[in-house]
């Protein structure tokens, strides 16, 4: 019932900007940690960057300056604000929300993921 929802993905010129939402919608009880990971074809997923419920925010150190997590406990959101993209930066976004429904039982849930490319 519960799902996760991406937006804001495309194609951008290298220097430019891009924001990505993610909403959990259904039965959500309440939300903790949400993070914003990465990855490309035969790569990893990356941790790009993750706000806590007290919003302390971390980020990977090559977007650090750059990017800006941010989160609506209201809306069950999670934002990632991405500044001065550069090519490396191209990526399929993923986020991720550790969240509940019953009360007390927390599972992780993920979004469909979003393409972001950045051309020099």
């Known amino acids: 019932q519960v799902q996760l929802v991406e937006s804001g993905g495309g194609l951008v010129s290298a220097g430019g900007s891009m924001t990505l939402a993610c909403a959990a919608t259904?039965?959500?009880?309440?939300?903790?940690?949400m993070r914003w990971y990465r990855q490309t074809p035969g790569q990893q997923r990356e941790l790009v960057a993750s706000?806590?419920?007290?919003?302390?925010?971390r980020y990977e150190d090559s977007v650090k300056g750059r990017f800006t997590i941010s989160r609506d406990n209201t809306k069950h959101a999670v934002y990632l604000q991405m500044n001065n993209l550069k090519p490396e930066d191209t990526a399929v976004y993923y986020c991720d929300i550790f969240l509940s429904v019953i009360p007390g039982t927390w599972r992780e849930y993920w979004g469909q993921g979003t393409q972001v490319t950045v051309s020099s």
């Open positions: 706000i806590t419920k007290d919003n302390i925010t």
């Open positions: 259904g039965p959500v009880d309440s939300t903790h940690i």
